[in-house]
């Protein structure tokens, strides 16, 4: 009885380890669960910057040498304060 109680100690603890640093530790289950959260956590942070990226690229194309939209200087002249708020825009060609 002495050895089979011998023989169960020194099996459960082995297998006591290997469950023990397959859940914790930098490489084990509650890291994996941490590493999913950041990944998640930076891709949503991803489109964000995507967004706001295509944002200023759009702004930028309003902008551009050969086709200028008249209309968004305007607004933002009455942003910045250049113009008065009666003012009229007009574009003779």
Do not use: C, R
Request: negative net charge; hydrophobic residues 40%; without cysteine.
């Amino acid at each position: 009885m002495f050895k089979l109680k011998t023989l169960l100690l020194l099996s459960i603890l082995p297998l006591a380890y290997l469950i023990y640093h397959l859940i914790g530790f930098e490489n084990g289950i509650n890291a994996y669960v941490h590493k999913i959260k950041v990944l998640k956590n930076k891709q949503i942070q991803q489109e964000e910057l995507k967004k706001e990226i295509d944002y200023y690229k759009t702004k930028i194309l309003l902008l551009d040498d050969d086709d200028i939209n008249i209309d968004f200087l305007e607004e933002k002249s009455y942003e910045l304060g250049e113009s008065p708020k009666n003012a009229f825009t007009v574009i003779i060609k």
